[in-house]
T-cell receptor, first 113, second 115 residues
Framework: AQSVAQPEDQVNVAEGNPLTVKCTYS??????LFWYVQYPNRGLQFLLK??????LVKGSYGFEAEFNKSQTSFHLKKPSALVSDSALYFC???????????FGRGTSLIVHP | GAGVSQSPSNKVTEKGKDVELRCDPI?????LYWYRQSLGQGLEFLIY????????KSGLPSDRFSAERTGGSVSTLTIQRTQQEDSAVYLC?????????????FGPGTRLTVL
């Protein structure tokens, strides 16, 4: 079984400040973790993924995420937020041979000017 | 290169009518997924196709929903006797191969409104 939780429905941050969008997961076996972003009236767009190797993963648009096995977390981060980062962010996990990812409910990121 | 495309982008129908939603995946992608996204909700998995294997239909909410994939490429999601609760955005995604680490590429979605 696999599940993922995004504990915050909404995150507010000022432009230029660092941002964190949280994700925790539960799996049997090794996790494959993904972050996607959805802009208004658009489909989801892949940001980054963790498969194996370095715990810090770098992705598109300056985003990065840190895989923490002991805390079963994969939080999305960016050192300096932009207003254009405002969007809906989804965390997803695959594990145990399942090719169907489980998505979190999404976190709305709002970056204020 | 073209991404995943879906048509129509918007569909308004009356309760009880049948609708067909189309997805064109990225050329060469063997995996295709359908999801439903209701307002303010996350993604609800509907069905998964992989190559010529039998599809995983475990997410279909009722027997009014069906999908097919012809020639390992284009897919059609059909909803029969639509209900108001079927109103949502229907997203299609494709990915290459069967590796667990493959990310998905999503289409822009079809917004279905059932009156």
């Amino acid at each position: 079984a696999q599940s993922v939780a995004q504990p915050e429905d909404q995150v507010n941050v000022a432009e230029g400040n660092p941002l964190t969008v949280k994700c925790t997961y539960s799996v049997s076996g090794n996790p494959y973790l993904f972050w996607y972003v959805q802009y208004p009236n658009r489909g989801l767009q892949f940001l980054l993924k963790y498969i194996t190797g370095d715990n810090l993963v770098k992705g598109s648009y300056g985003f990065e995420a840190e895989f923490n096995k002991s805390q079963t977390s994969f939080h999305l981060k960016k050192p300096s937020a932009l207003v254009s980062d405002s969007a809906l962010y989804f965390c997803a996990v695959k594990s145990g041979g399942s090719y169907i990812p489980t998505f979190g409910r999404g976190t709305s990121l709002i970056v204020h000017p | 290169g073209a991404g995943v495309s879906q048509s129509p982008s918007n569909k308004v129908t009356e309760k009880g009518k049948d609708v067909e939603l189309r997805c064109d995946p990225i050329s060469g992608h063997t995996a295709l997924y359908w999801y439903r996204q209701s307002l303010g909700q996350g993604l609800e998995f509907l069905i998964y196709f992989q190559g010529n294997s039998a599809p995983d239909k475990s997410g279909l909410p009722s027997d009014r929903f069906s999908a097919e994939r012809t020639g390992g490429s284009v897919s059609t999601l059909t909803i029969q006797r639509t209900q108001q609760e079927d109103s949502a955005v229907y997203l299609c995604a494709s990915s290459s191969g069967v590796a667990m680490g493959n990310e998905q590429f999503f289409g822009p979605g079809t917004r279905l409104t059932v009156l």
